[in-house]
């Protein structure tokens, strides 16, 4: 018999100022055959190597994205919204996938309320195959998302940070105000001085 999925999970965007929370699902079989030169946690790679990954992951294996608007964030709270996104993107795998699910892996300390086994793990993007895949894909389509986002709000130079509060951020925040895709409920960060 084949060998059953198991999925990983991570979220990119939920310390952002602005945009969406997005998560994604990668599903692979423990026997899988596939060559992923250095793959890594997300965070410790330079967007041209994610970018090279990301294309041999969404190429060879099945995966599902689920994205939480600012706007519901903002209603929901963003743990919330977190976990919103990680069941749409667990909803989105194909049908014949999720069937065949044997246990979903979720980077960090929460699971959302599905119908699978799940287990958490701690920095699990830095220990485990398939929670690495996804946050490597997470990162390169949300990071695509805010580029594609920052050509309606040039003044604030999305396609630099992707919402995250880096300084220049924050000045362009102090200068503008908030844009409609920053996130209301995050204003006391919003106004942190420069």
Same mark, same amino acid.
């Given at each position: 018999m084949d060998s059953l999925f198991t999925v990983g999970?991570?979220?990119?965007?939920?310390?952002?100022l602005a945009g969406p929370v997005c998560a994604v699902a990668v599903a692979m079989k423990s026997n899988h055959d596939i060559l992923i030169?250095? /793959?890594?946690d997300s965070k410790k790679l330079s967007s041209k190597k994610?970018?090279?990954?990301?294309?041999?992951?969404?190429?060879?294996? !099945?995966?599902?994205?689920?994205?939480?608007s600012p706007q519901t964030i903002d209603s929901i709270n963003i743990l919330e919204a977190? /976990?919103?996104?990680?069941? /749409?993107?667990?909803?989105? /795998?194909?049908?014949?996938i999720t069937s065949q699910i044997e246990e979903i892996l979720i980077d960090g300390n929460r699971s959302p309320n599905v119908i !699978?086994?799940? #287990?958490?793990?701690? #920095?699990?993007d830095?220990?485990?195959?398939?929670?690495?895949?996804?946050?490597?894909?997470? #990162?390169?389509?949300?990071?695509?998302y805010m580029q594609r986002i920052s050509l309606f709000y040039p003044e604030y130079?999305?396609?630099?940070?992707?919402?995250y509060p880096t300084r220049l951020h924050r000045e362009k925040?102090?200068? !503008?105000?908030?844009?409609?895709?920053?996130?209301?409920?995050?204003? #006391?960060?919003?106004?942190?001085s420069v």
């Open positions: 999970i991570d979220e990119v965007g939920r310390g952002s030169p250095g /793959l890594n994610r970018t090279i990954l990301a294309d041999i992951i969404m190429k060879n294996f !099945y995966y599902g994205v689920g994205w939480i977190t /976990l919103r996104a990680m069941t /749409l993107a667990i909803n989105r /795998l194909p049908h014949h !699978y086994p799940t #287990k958490t793990i701690i #920095k699990g830095q220990v485990e195959e398939s929670i690495m895949m996804a946050s490597i894909v997470a #990162k390169v389509i949300r990071d695509k130079h999305f396609e630099k940070h992707s919402g925040i102090m200068q !503008y105000g908030k844009s409609p895709i920053h996130r209301i409920s995050f204003s #006391k960060e919003l106004y942190l």
